[in-house]
Nanobody, 128 residues
Framework: QVQLVESGGGLVQAGGSLRLSCVAS?????????????MGWFRQAPGKERELVAA????????YYTDSVKGRFTISRDNAKNTVSLQMNSLKPEDTAVYYC????????????????WGQGTQVTVSS
């Protein structure tokens, strides 16, 4: 059973920063030790669709960001610790959402939400 466990959410004032982390562990349904191809951070605000915020290719470190967070958010990974992080700076009230860590084990995926594994989500609230 693959587990993705997020941490680091909370309440912050506009202009502030938060750092989200996601630790991946476990085995896939086929019994293999979990190894991601792409790790992504999604978010879903009330009444809105879930959107991909940032993604990173596990091998090579290629990154993707949605336009609204470019220059403010940074995704990174620590292969040895099976951890992916999202550094969020200059936060805005419109960044308020539940943030989800997700993993795709086969593809570099920067559109859609057809990832294989998901975390439980962590709330980020930015006050104005």
């Amino acid at each position: 059973q693959v587990q993705l466990v997020e941490s680091g959410g909370g309440l912050v004032q506009a202009g502030g920063s938060l750092r989200l982390s996601c630790v991946a562990s476990g085995r896939t349904n086929s019994g293999r030790t979990f190894s991601a191809y792409t790790m992504g951070w999604f978010r879903q605000a009330p009444g809105k669709e879930r959107e991909l915020v940032a993604a990173i290719k596990w091998v090579g470190g290629i990154t993707y960001y949605t336009d609204s967070v470019k220059g403010r958010f940074t995704i990174s990974r620590d292969n040895a610790k099976n951890t992916v992080s999202l550094q969020m700076n200059s936060l805005k009230p419109e960044d308020t959402a539940v943030y989800y860590c997700a993993a795709d084990v086969l593809k570099w995926r920067t559109s859609g939400d057809e990832y294989d594994y998901w975390g439980q989500g962590t709330q980020v609230t930015v006050s104005s």
